[in-house]
């Protein structure tokens, strides 16, 4: 059973910073991509990040690219999420995710695993 959990939301005025973490468990993770995705209210599900398992590469959504970076601890089995310079358009719940391949998180589709999210706040 995979487990992602993920920390790290609160409130945050616009133009600051805050750092998301997901730890797994259940899976060799250096095996598996890992993403981040939001979902703001009355809105589809967006795709944020997402960084691959065996190279590393780094993939952002139009919205957040430098602003957002995605990075990975394989010996710690954790994926964090450093957003800065964050706007009240960036409030939303972020999910952690985690498939085999990249290409599922890049297309938004089919992912095999979900943490339950974590609410990010940015106020004006």
């Known amino acids: 059973q995979v487990e992602l959990v993920e920390s790290g939301g609160g409130l945050v005025q616009a133009g600051g910073s805050l750092r998301l973490s997901c730890v797994a468990s259940g899976h060799t993770f250096n095996t598996y991509a890992m993403g981040w995705f939001r979902q703001a209210p009355g809105k589809d599900r967006e795709f944020v990040a997402a960084?691959?398992?065996?190279?590393?590469?780094?993939y952002y959504g139009d919205s957040v690219k430098g602003r957002f970076t995605i990075t990975r601890d394989n010996s710690r089995d954790m994926v964090s999420l450093q957003m800065d310079s964050l706007k009240p358009e960036d409030t939303a719940v972020y999910y952690c995710?985690?498939?085999?391949?990249?290409?599922?998180?890049?297309?938004?589709?089919?992912?095999?695993?979900w943490g339950k999210g974590t609410l990010v706040t940015v106020s004006t």
């Open positions: 960084i691959s398992g065996m190279t590393g590469a780094t």
């Open positions: 995710a985690a498939d085999r391949g990249t290409r599922h998180l890049l297309d938004n589709n089919d992912i095999d695993y």
